[in-house]
Structure formats: C-alpha cells, structure tokens
C-alpha cells in the first residue's frame, strides 16, 4: 500500500522566518496531493492542495511544489506568523486495499511553532 | 450552519461496552469517511462509503460497523469496545465525480475507554 513519510516531526521558526515541510511517497499512481492544518483540538482543515499535472502552486503565503519523479512534495510558508502554529498533514491519494475507491494516506503530521 | 457534523463531541464509556458515533453532511457530497486519529496524532482512513456503498475498508476489527442509511449520514458502531478504541474519531465527505477532490472533516469525536 501507499506508504507517506513526513519531515520534521516538530519545526520551531521565529516569527516572519520561513517554514518548509517534506513528505516523500511510494505510489507512483498518486496524482493528488492535498495539505491539511490542524489547531489543536479542532478538525483538519485544508489549506492547499497539489494535481500531479502541476509542479508548482501558490496562495498567498503558502506553496505546495512537487516533484514526481522523485515522489516528493514540500509545503512552504513564508512570512509566518503565531497563527500558523499548528500541526499540518501532507497526504496522497490510492485506491483502497481492496482495489476500490480513492483513499488518503497521511504523513504523520509536523507540529510547527512560530515564536514572536 | 455546519457543514459536516457529528455527534457526540464527548463519548467516555466502559470497556465491553456497545456506543455508536453520527455524522451528517449537508454539503451534497455523495462519499463519506470515517478517519481514527490517535493519541500520536496519526491520522488513519477506517472505512469509505460512496452513494451508502461501502467502498473502502482498512483492516478495521469487525467490532467496528459503519451504517449510511442516506449519503447524507454515516454512523459508526462499535460493540464491546476496548482500551485501544480510545481515539478521537472524525468524519469526512468530499464530492468524487471524476477526481479525489478535498475532504471536509467533522469537528471529531473524542471517546475514551476506561
């Protein structure tokens, strides 16, 4: 099955550094690859999503690149600010076990920091 | 004005006992998901259902029974729970026409088994 690994665990930045998060993953029939934040206690919450018929896309202070040939995607945030403290979730999408549907698979999550 | 909702947000029961989890969607998505996030954070699929049809289930112990009666809903059974069942469970829907496209999750529902 799909296996999706995620880089750093934990990432502490100031406040208006940049952030850059990695995840590697093993189907080569991915082709959607979406980004998720979480606050704590709350629900995951899409910021960003990647289709494997781009490389490149950008909204406002967030970016997803991928590279299919090397099977990885990063998400990087510039300018980042207290608020950005979250725990974000890459993922890649399969089909089921069993053969059926069109599941995600998570990376493990990155618990980022931004300090004032 | 919610889009997806479950219910309950709190569940705190016995081990060996039976306990089941709702959510609804009012977004008109045809699939619908329930995810296990455990204490580490990970984030795991548990089962699927597109238009009520069971689509996609991960190697979920057969204590656990998904129903949709509608796809508007989909609920969660869970007999004889155990410790490890402790989790926060969410729900998710998404609209699958031709391509995956993003999921909306539910607030969760955290259940402790003690």
């Known amino acids: 099955g799909e296996n999706v690994e995620q880089h750093p665990s934990t990432l502490s930045v100031q406040e208006g550094d940049s952030a850059v998060i990695k995840c590697t993953y093993s189907?080569?029939?991915?082709?959607?690859f979406p980004w998720y934040k979480q606050e704590l206690g709350k629900r995951p919450q899409l910021i960003i999503d990647i289709r494997s018929n781009v490389g490149e896309k950008k909204d406002q202070r967030i970016a997803v690149t991928l590279n299919k040939t090397a099977k990885h995607f990063s998400l990087h945030i510039t300018e980042t600010q207290p608020e950005d403290s979250a725990v974000y979730f890459c993922a890649a999408n399969h089909k089921g076990i069993t053969g059926g549907g069109n599941k995600l698979t998570f990376g493990t999550g990155t618990q980022l920091k931004v300090e004032l | 004005d919610t889009a997806v909702s479950q219910t309950p947000k709190y569940l705190v029961t016995q081990m060996g006992n039976d306990k089941s989890i709702k959510c609804e969607q009012n977004?008109?998505?045809?699939?619908m998901y329930w995810y296990k996030q455990d204490s580490k954070k990970f984030l795991k699929i548990m089962f699927s259902y597109n238009n009520k049809e069971l689509i996609i289930n991960e190697t979920v112990p057969n204590r656990f029974s998904p129903k949709s009666p509608d796809k508007a809903h989909l609920n969660l059974h869970i007999n004889s729970l155990e410790l490890g069942d402790s989790a926060v469970y969410f729900c998710?829907?998404?609209?699958?026409?031709?391509?995956?496209?993003?999921?909306?999750f539910g607030p969760g529902t955290r259940l402790t088994v003690l």
């Open positions: 998710a829907s998404s609209l699958e026409t031709l391509h995956i496209n993003e999921q909306f």
């Open positions: 977004l008109g998505h045809d699939t």
């Open positions: 189907d080569s029939a991915s082709n959607y």
